[in-house]
């Protein structure tokens, strides 16, 4: 990160007096940026939960025969014993996509 900073004060120490607002500029936008990310809460972020057939037909809209034969396609697909489960999260993210 100071690599890129070094190059702003390189810039900084010899660019034309003209173009230094300009600078001053572009400086504030990421000063900006980076104190409202700070001042902006966390995300909050899911645990990723296995879902069941059941659970996961119902979210997808589909039959439990279908799923079965097609629990393949989806890479949020995993076996546990010979539980077929999904994951949660990867089944958002499916279902975010097709949106």
Do not use: C
Request: charged share 30%; no cysteine; glycine share 4%.
């Amino acid at each position: 990160m100071r690599l890129h900073l070094d190059a702003i004060l390189k810039a900084a120490q010899e660019i034309p007096r003209e173009k230094l607002p300009r600078l001053l500029g572009d400086i504030e936008e990421i000063r900006a940026t980076a104190a409202a990310r700070l001042a902006a809460p966390p995300a909050e972020t899911k645990p990723d939960v296995l879902l069941d057939i059941e659970q996961a037909r119902v979210r997808l809209g589909v039959s439990k025969s279908w799923l079965y034969k097609n629990h393949s396609r989806f890479p949020f697909t995993t076996h546990e014993g010979n539980k077929l489960l999904f994951s949660s999260a990867g089944l958002e993210k499916y279902l975010a996509a097709k949106q």
